[in-house]
């Protein structure tokens, strides 16, 4: 048996020529794995930009509509108060569909509602002059909302197909943040019972980023109001209840379908209320809730799989309210 000089064991495992290729393979690869690393790179980066372009285009169309309106950037009005529920890793996804929020009520626009049973409804008015201009922009127009307490929510609302307004904005360009928008079912005359306004929780803030700063108690104890401008009236909104709900398993602890626009009884009506109380995460149960105030819910995704809702449900204050009177009643220190 021979042996190597070195008086060793020869290595068979290599030859030179087989460890030449091996190296070849070697930097082949690397050099492949520092190609989709550079691919990917490039195209985090291009997504970066893409998203902050939206997010400049939405925040440059919500200024140039406060314009038309006639309201002054309410930057210097904001509340910087931070809310204690946590966010996601990702907030980018769509707002509810109808389609996709299982028990839909069946043809919720033709369902009789309590207060129309009672004869509540009236003829349809003009539409208000203030909205002149941003219909001329865009003839989806039927709204403004604006939320003291988060100085982004204070932009137009439109109405058409749920999905388009998912990826375009008020300007019908194609946007990722989308546009705020009422459920394509809901009717603003009559007044459905309960109207649904929809927009995405951008990681930017921007649109319902920052809806969840609702959920700070002090927050809501500085400014809780909402205002809704409709194509008809105003309404200034107080919440009852901050809920994250599930809308997809009807097992879960946390399940809420919160898609009913109208109520047929006045038990309907009081079973809906009780599981909202049961489910909010900030005790708002001091503000009373009747069967013929006219409600508002704000909605947006809170979780990647799509099956959780950040929802702030408010009521219209009544014809013997103001928002002083509703501060000093609910939401002072004495109220507590």
């Known amino acids: 048996m021979s042996q190597h000089p070195s008086g060793q064991e020869p290595d068979h495992r290599y030859t030179p020529r087989q460890q030449k290729t091996e190296k070849k393979h070697l930097k082949r690869a690397c050099t492949v794995l520092a190609g989709v690393f550079a691919l990917l790179l490039i195209y985090g980066g291009a997504q970066l930009i893409l998203k902050q372009r939206d997010t400049a285009r939405t925040e440059a169309l919500n200024q140039e509509n406060r314009t038309l309106l006639g309201t002054d950037s309410p930057a210097a009005t904001a509340v910087p108060a931070q809310s204690p529920l946590p966010s996601p890793e990702a907030q980018e996804t769509p707002a509810p569909a109808p389609e996709a929020t299982p028990e839909k009520t069946a043809e919720p626009t033709q369902a009789p509602s309590v207060r129309l049973v009672k004869g509540s409804a009236s003829p349809r008015p003009p539409v208000r002059g203030m909205f002149d201009d941003l219909i001329a922009k865009n003839a989806d127009t039927v709204g403004w909302l604006k939320t003291d307490a988060v100085y982004r929510i204070d932009f137009a609302v ?75 009236e105003h309404g200034d909104y107080v919440p009852f209840a901050v809920i994250n709900c599930d809308v997809t398993d009807p097992r879960a602890d946390n399940y809420f379908n919160f898609y009913v626009l109208n109520f047929r009884t006045t038990g309907e009506f009081d079973s809906f209320l009780a599981r909202a109380r049961e489910l909010s995460l900030v005790d708002l149960s001091a503000v009373d809730v009747r069967v013929d105030d006219p409600l508002l819910t704000l909605s947006t995704c809170f979780d990647e799989a799509n099956q959780t809702r950040f929802i702030v449900m408010l009521r219209k204050l009544r014809a013997d309210e103001t928002r002083e009177s509703v501060q000093a009643k609910y939401f002072s220190n004495e109220a507590k």
């Open 158 to 232: 439109v109405q058409s197909d749920n999905a388009f307004y998912m990826n375009h904005d008020f300007s019908k360009a194609s946007n990722r943040e989308g546009a705020a928008f009422l459920d394509e079912t809901n009717s603003l005359w009559p007044r459905d019972d309960h109207l649904i306004i929809y927009a995405h929780n951008m990681k930017s803030g921007s649109m319902f980023g920052e809806l969840n700063a609702l959920s700070n108690p002090e927050t809501l104890r500085q400014k809780p109001f909402t205002a809704l401008d409709t194509l008809y």
